[in-house]
């Protein structure tokens, strides 16, 4: 017989995965700029790192858009991330 938690389990993996990686963008521009961003301003559409703050921390991130990003490679192995948008 089928067993529905054996099957919500790959959701909750997901989910926690998407977790694991938005820390690891977190953590590289905490790092990097200073700033502190919350999870759910943080979304990844396609390879591309979208966020959704403030134009001033924006231009913040810009500025050290090469660190944060090199920080983001090496941290974040099985998915390729190649802009911050």
């Known amino acids: 017989m089928f067993n529905i938690s054996n099957f919500l389990q790959k959701f909750k993996s997901v989910e926690l995965e998407d977790m694991r990686q938005r820390s690891i963008v ?3 521009i905490k790092i ?22 403030s134009p001033i921390e924006k231009n913040e991130i810009f ?19 190649e802009d911050i948008c």
């Open 26 to 28: 977190i953590d590289a």
């Open 32 to 53: 990097c700029s200073g700033i502190d961003i919350p999870p759910q301003k943080i979304s990844f559409i396609h390879k591309k790192i979208a966020l959704s703050i």
């Open 63 to 81: 500025m050290k858009k090469t660190a944060i990003l090199a920080l983001i490679k090496k941290n974040m192995a099985p998915r390729i991330i």
